[in-house]
């Protein structure tokens, strides 16, 4: 089923012709820099892909320096983007503990450039057997709060990401699985340097940077914190990526560190239930990615309880807007984008979950019918929040209260043979629960469940806790085709809540406004959710932020946890890196 409807062949036709002469005049080069100023977007001189000339031919955008050479160093070998996210995911749990680790879990976004197929890997953490839906409840019935919530027990599900990769890796990785894990145990043996986003993380307030695990970990013998600049090693941490370079994700999920894990979330405050069994009989899953038309792409997510249905809504709600006739200096865009979101994120908080326990009415939220009456709602200023809609497949539903706050990251690798890997990776909020077991954080993922769990008619929220079941996640690693199905772009963020947001404005600046992935990233962040939004004033062009004013949007904040967008894209050139300037990532390429 199409979301939107492909232009017809004499408009691609006339649309290359205009390419042509603008690529012809000389004199234009100057002009189409200026352009990126102007209202209208610059030309789409990248519109389809095709293969590489003389520029990288692989390439890493990860969140650390550190990890991209762990990656790098693994297609240096010949090995796949698989092979090179297992060395990727090693590292950054090592380096950035803050967003993801060995104790956390992730959506893998795989393109098989034989197949032209996109393949959803999904491994995130499971609820304990002994789960209960009031779990995140106290003895009077109220939500707990925050710092009690997230450092407990009861907020760690069984760790997916490793079990992940492990299966994505068997199917794709052309290297040995005991092979990818040198630079991770090297750099945890001989130590790193802490860097200043960590060390800013490790002196920060938050309930995880308080716990005995987190203090003993970040505190130098003399007794100051770690500072950035400070060589940070990691003992424990090369011991269990040698245990899991040897044995697989048994390591984690049986045996002495499935033990500890065990032991560790059992402890007080607030002690989980979480089994040797619910950790030995976890399983990832793998499915094909749910892809709907854009413009003249194709744009690929994983399935829920992933969010990147939500997203794919959004840009079919855009699709029935002139904001591809626009531009990143236009007032007018940047209105259109905020109410896509809103009704996206109404959309989304209401009907997503575990759809092996509520049914997402997927088809029904992406019908052409649908979005477009979605789109209906947009009027001349932002009015109220949008209720959610009533698309094919719903079913009654109690509103959600999760709150998910973030501590995620993402990485894009693309091999030499043109596969690409696109993961969103996390241990949920910074640190996870601050409590540690063989040198790594344990998740409080199940805090991404909705701690509020029915109405008072009794209507169920679709991401309420139940056994078994895999909480909603804002996670959505995206991957982009060409028009012939042939790899064009991969991106995404971390941000909790605000990754939707901060994924549909890197989406539509490159597709839409045709722009370097590096400036579509350094575009302002604007997060748009019920009556919430914020964004960052100080990055608009002049003008915006009191156009958007006059049309009731006015922001309150920057959104919480900032984005860190990461992405590649094909040129004719070759490929194309951006990674976050509000972070520490590169993009490297050879």
């Given amino acids: ?26 004199s234009l080069a100057l002009a189409l820099s200026a352009c990126a100023t102007a209202q209208a977007p610059a030309p789409a001189v990248r519109a389809a892909a095709v293969a590489p000339a003389s520029g990288p031919k692989v390439m890493v ?35 950035e503990p803050q967003s993801s680790g060995l104790g956390g879990g992730g959506f893998l976004t795989y393109y098989d450039a034989k197949t032209k197929k996109v393949i959803a890997y999904n491994g995130r953490e499971t609820a304990p057997a002994g789960a209960t839906a009031d779990m995140f409840l106290d003895a009077a019935g109220k939500p707990l709060s925050y710092p009690d919530a997230v450092t407990s027990g009861k907020a760690t599900g069984v760790p997916g ?95 002495e560190l499935a033990q500890a894990i065990v032991a560790k979330a059992a402890q007080d405050p607030r002690p989980g239930t979480l089994t040797l069994t619910d950790l030995k009989t976890y399983k990832p899953k793998v499915g094909d990615a749910v892809c709907r038309p854009y ?103 109690a509103p959600d209260a999760t709150q998910e706050p973030g501590g995620t990251s993402h990485f894009v690798i693309v091999d030499a043979a043109g596969n690409a890997v696109s993961m969103t990776t996390t241990v949920e909020s910074i640190f996870g629960t601050g409590r540690m077991v063989g040198g790594f954080f344990l ?15 009794g209507t169920q929220a679709a991401n309420a806790v139940a056994p078994g079941k895999r909480p909603r996640s804002s996670m959505a690693p995206t991957i982009i085709l060409d028009r012939d199905g042939k790899f064009y772009a991969a991106l995404g963020s971390p941000g909790g809540n605000s990754i939707l947001a901060y994924n549909l404005k890197a989406l539509v600046a490159v597709l839409d406004w045709k722009m370097p992935m590096q400036e579509a990233f350094n575009l302002p962040n604007l997060i748009a959710r019920g009556d919430n939004m914020a ?56």
């Fill in 1 to 26: 089923m199409a979301m939107v409807a492909l232009p017809s062949p004499l408009r691609l036709a006339w649309f290359f012709v205009l390419q042509l002469k603008r690529l012809a005049v000389a």
């Fill in 61 to 95: 955008s990860a969140a650390n320096p550190l990890a991209v050479e762990a990656g790098l160093n693994v297609l240096r070998q010949g090995g796949s983007a698989v092979d090179a996210a297992v060395a990727v995911q090693a590292v950054l749990g090592l380096v």
């Fill in 161 to 255: 990401a490793v079990a992940m990769l492990s299966m994505a890796q068997a199917r794709h990785g052309k290297l040995a699985w005991k092979d990818l894990f040198g630079d991770a145990e090297r750099l945890a043996d001989q130590g790193f340097v802490v860097s200043p986003r960590l060390a800013g993380m490790i002196s920060a307030p938050f309930p995880q940077t308080g716990t005995t695990d987190a203090k003993a970990y970040f505190t130098k013998p003399g007794g100051q914190r770690y500072q950035a600049g400070d060589m940070l090693k990691n003992a424990a941490y090369a011991a269990t990526v040698r245990k899991i370079a040897t044995e697989g994700p048994k390591a984690l999920l049986e045996g």
């Fill in 295 to 397: 413009r003249v792409y194709v744009v690929c997510v994983p399935d829920a309880p992933s969010s990147g249905v939500a997203l794919l809504e959004a840009l079919g709600i855009l699709s029935n807007t002139d904001i591809a006739a626009r531009g990143p200096t236009d007032p007018q865009a940047w209105f259109l984008f905020t109410q896509a979101s809103r009704l996206m994120y109404a959309d989304r908080d209401r009907y997503f979950g575990d759809p092996d326990f509520t049914p997402v009415p997927v088809e029904g939220l992406l019908e052409p019918a649908y979005v477009a009456e979605r789109a209906k709602l947009i009027g001349d200023v932002a009015g109220p929040a949008p209720a959610p809609g009533k698309p094919r497949g719903a079913g009654k539903l």
């Fill in 443 to 457: 998740n409080n993922q199940l805090t991404d469940f909705s701690w509020s769990p029915k109405n008072t008619d």
């Fill in 535 to 590: 964004s960052e004033p100080a990055r608009f062009a002049p003008g915006v932020v009191e156009a958007l004013a006059a049309k009731g949007v006015t922001f309150k904040g920057s959104g919480g946890e900032g984005s860190g967008l990461h992405g590649v894209i094909m040129t004719p050139q070759g490929l194309q890196g951006g990674a976050d300037e509000r972070r520490e990532g590169v993009a490297k390429g050879f």
